[in-house]
């Protein structure tokens, strides 16, 4: 069974950037039959979507973080990243990445990782 | 952005009963709908996607329909366990969106 794995700073302080990987447990980051993405979720709030990674078709952003997310990845490592920069209190939260098939929804996710943006 | 309305924002319901809730979206989402079940403290599980499709190992007291841009999610014969957050999502148009999700109590 697939396992994702986030991993992250923890504590961010404001204006700075925060980076995050999703370790892959196979080798289907450069596959055509999926998709990836990125979720978070504020303490005591809703899920909110980042955006979404494909490996052969590009990656698209939730307009709402004001071009400020960028996704990449390194296939040798099976690894998918997520940068955000400029950051402010308001992007607090756990973060998720999640994959899923073509056509469906996401369908395995990790565990999450808490970013606490704070001086 | 499509908007997605969750009702009712939190229920109670005892071991046995069905529950529905329900979640509509402010445009057509050509049936890209999908729910979640998300307990405290834990990363969401994925139940439904395509409207009505069970993602693998999810039991089938959990069902999804759709009527126009209305969509629903049953879980019927309530357990202790179901008690959790659900969250419906289109992922029909960018950016994807969530509802604000139903928190279901088991009495």
């Known amino acids: 069974q697939l396992q994702l794995q986030e991993s992250g700073p923890g504590l961010v302080r404001p204006s700075e950037t925060l980076s995050l990987t999703c370790i892959v447990s196979?080798?289907?980051?450069?596959?055509?039959?999926?998709?990836w993405g990125w979720v978070r979720q504020p303490p005591e709030k809703g899920l909110e979507w980042i955006g979404s990674?494909?490996?052969?078709?590009?990656?698209y952003y939730n307009t709402s973080l004001k071009s400020r997310a960028t996704f990449s990845v390194d296939t040798s490592k099976n690894h998918l990243y997520l940068r955000l920069t400029s950051v402010t209190a308001a992007d607090t939260a756990v973060y998720y990445c999640a994959r899923s098939p073509r056509a469906a929804s996401y369908e395995f996710w990790g565990q999450g990782t808490l970013v606490t943006v704070s001086s | 952005d499509i908007q997605m309305t969750q009702s009712p924002s939190s229920l109670s319901a005892s071991v046995g009963d069905r529950v529905t809730i329900t979640c509509r979206a402010s445009q057509g989402v050509n049936n890209y709908l999908a729910w979640f079940q998300q307990k405290p403290g834990k990363a969401p599980k994925s139940l439904i996607y395509?409207?009505?499709s069970l993602h693998s190992g999810v039991p089938s007291k959990f069902s999804g329909s759709a009527s126009g841009t209305d969509f629903t999610l049953t879980i019927s014969s309530l357990q202790p366990e179901d008690s959790a957050t659900y969250y419906c999502?289109?992922?029909?148009?960018?950016?994807?969106?969530f509802g604000q999700g139903t928190k279901l109590e088991i009495k």
């Open positions: 196979d080798d289907s980051l450069s596959s055509q039959d999926y998709y």
């Open positions: 990674f494909y490996y052969t078709e590009g990656r």
């Open positions: 395509g409207v009505s």
């Open positions: 999502q289109q992922y029909h148009a960018y950016p994807y969106t």
